[in-house]
């Protein structure tokens, strides 16, 4: 079972609003990712780290920014939402790649449903 | 750089049927290939792995793999489909060359018929 925590689940606000996805994991593991999902549809990488003070914007452009001050904490923010922001929002992580154990295998969190009216 | 392929956005099948799943990948070295299955609402799960021992992988729930090289595929199945089989279906590659981890594949939306 994995260890990775994303909070709210759910969240429903107003246009112009900011807001504040959760993450949190505790299994030590210096790589974080988040991936935004549309209903049916693949997962978009938009923001990953390496570790403490790394972030990287991923394939998609996202107007979201992400921070990773400790390990286990990589939040991200939407400064103003808009309606185009309504996605599902998807935590994950991973050990390093490397060794018989370390497979680069990704542990998600349950996703964050964001709606913007 | 790598990339995957799901054929077949949406597969439905009778309960009690056979489940195939189909992914192919491409990559530049010998990757490490994945399945994930996602429930509504709820975020991916691991199904099962390959990590270049045996070429069939046993995963959760009944399913299995098979790794071939010659036809660069992983094709997921399960013999008999159970109506919680019902969910999306992920395949993804790592490539053991690149710092980004996994791609995935566009996905599978698996529909089981009583």
């Known amino acids: 079972e994995a260890d990775i925590y994303q909070t709210p689940r759910y969240l429903v606000i107003g246009t112009g609003k900011k807001i504040t996805l959760e993450c949190s994991q505790t299994?030590?593991?210096?790589?974080m990712y988040w991936y935004q999902q549309d209903p049916g549809m693949e997962l978009h990488l938009i923001h990953y780290?390496?570790?403490?003070?790394?972030?990287e914007k991923g394939d998609l452009s996202s107007e979201s920014t992400v921070s990773r001050i400790r390990t286990e904490h990589f939040p991200l923010t939407l400064e103003s939402a808009r309606p185009s922001h309504t996605s599902q929002y998807l935590c994950a992580s991973s050990a390093p790649l490397g060794g018989n154990l370390n497979t680069g295998e990704l542990f998600f969190g349950e996703g964050s449903r964001l709606t913007v009216l | 750089a790598q990339s995957v392929t799901q054929l077949g956005s949406h597969v439905s099948v009778s309960e009690g049927a056979l489940v195939l799943l189909r992914c192919n990948y491409s990559?530049?070295?010998?990757?490490?290939l994945f399945w994930y299955v996602q429930y509504p609402n709820q975020g991916l799960q691991l199904l099962l792995k390959y990590t270049s021992a045996a070429t069939l992988v046993k995963g959760i729930n009944g399913f299995e793999a098979e790794f071939k090289k010659s036809e660069t595929s992983f094709h997921l199945t399960k013999p008999s489909a159970h109506m919680s089989d019902a969910a999306e279906y992920f395949c993804?590659?790592?490539?053991?060359?690149?710092?980004?981890?996994?791609?995935f594949g566009s996905g599978t939306q698996l529909t089981v018929l009583p």
């Open positions: 993804a590659v790592s490539d053991r060359g690149s710092a980004r981890q996994l791609t």
């Open positions: 780290s390496y570790g403490v003070n790394s972030t």
């Open positions: 299994m030590g593991h210096d790589k």
């Open positions: 990559s530049s070295v010998p990757p490490y």
